[in-house]
């Protein structure tokens, strides 16, 4: 009696870890396939395929993220920005998805929100000059030009050959009514860069 109870016992563990394993094995197929119709652009397809995974297993963040990086490419921004949402709040640990939740909130003019994501990308990423820009681009938008202009002072410092920062910093002496001081980042900006078109189209202003 008690062996047949035993019996029936493993026979119950094997059954579910086998079934487990089914489980995983699908599950990971659906990313896998979802993953090649997103590097496709298929993104309507690949949304299918990540919304299968996410109902087999809603604690994974990989098809969360990856759904909504489906959905940005579709213009879907608000459901792209709760996706990613999501995914951060099982996984808080990774600066791209603070990234693309930045970028789907920039679309929707929540700037707030994306300099706050920044800082979190920041955090975990401070080797990342896109960031800093990114984050001083947002603060431009508020017209927060003395944060803006300390992002891009942080930003040139470091990375003293990124021509785009040095466009912004000469958007931002613009928006001060101080063309001079806007001439001269332009002029560094040419200096290092003779075809940064961005340079070109602020002097034209200027003129």
């Known amino acids: 009696m008690q062996r047949n109870i035993v019996f029936k016992l493993m026979t119950g563990i094997l059954v579910l870890i086998a079934t487990t394993a089914r489980a995983q094995y699908n599950t990971d197929r659906l990313i896998t396939i979802g993953r090649s119709a997103l590097y496709y652009e298929d993104y309507v397809l690949s949304i299918q395929y990540f919304t299968q995974a996410i109902t087999s297993k809603p604690y994974l963040y990989e098809p969360w993220f990856y759904r909504a990086l489906a959905k940005y490419n579709l213009g879907d921004y608000v459901g792209a920005e709760a996706d990613c949402g999501k995914a951060i709040s099982i996984n808080p640990y990774i600066d791209g998805m603070y990234d693309l939740r930045a970028v789907c909130r920039i679309r929707q003019q929540k700037y707030n929100d994306a300099i706050g994501d920044y800082g979190n990308a920041i955090r975990l990423n401070p080797a990342s000059r896109d960031y800093w820009y990114n984050r001083a681009y947002c603060r431009v938008q508020l017209k927060d ?30 928006h001060e009514n101080d063309t001079a001081k806007a001439t001269r980042w332009l002029d560094r900006t040419v200096e290092l860069n003779p075809y940064d078109a961005q340079a070109w189209v602020i002097m034209g202003r200027i003129y």
């Open 145 to 174: 030009y003395a944060q803006a202009h300390a992002d891009l002072d942080s930003t040139i410092a470091r990375w003293s050959k990124f021509t785009e920062a040095y466009s912004l910093q000469a958007e931002i002496c613009l």
